[in-house]
């Protein structure tokens, strides 16, 4: 999570403080959420069944469920598809690039087939 960085447009160093944060069920840990909410970052990211069923099993000491926009979860869907779109070219699936540059460039060429 420390890792994350987002470009900017103009000048400047980039940002690290994401405007949302949209996850799966794999980065629902308390951990993740304590983090996010102590940076100030708004997130959507649903319960896994466990955790919902640890929390209810704690009664009143479980506290609040999350909230989870649902609109906007949905909207993780067409990120996913073109991964797994992605993914259909084999050499990017299984690296076979060992350049960072050509991985890029594979990646990129992948994109444009696509869209055309």
Not at 28 to 42: D, N
Request: proline share 7%; hydrophobic share 30%; net charge positive.
């Amino acid at each position: 999570m420390g890792s994350i960085s987002v470009p900017r447009v103009g000048p400047g160093r980039p940002r690290t403080r994401p405007d949302h944060v949209v996850a799966d069920k794999g980065y629902s840990s308390r951990k993740i959420r304590a983090y996010l909410r102590r940076r100030g970052i708004p997130h959507t990211i649903p319960e896994r069944v466990d955790q919902v069923l640890g929390r209810l099993n704690r009664g009143t000491r479980g506290g609040r469920p999350p909230g989870l926009d649902r609109c906007v979860y949905r909207r993780r869907n067409v990120v996913e598809r073109c991964f797994n779109r992605l993914k259909q070219w084999r050499g990017l699936a299984t690296r076979y690039d060992k350049t960072r540059e050509s991985y890029h460039a594979a990646v990129t060429i992948a994109s444009i087939l696509l869209w055309l």
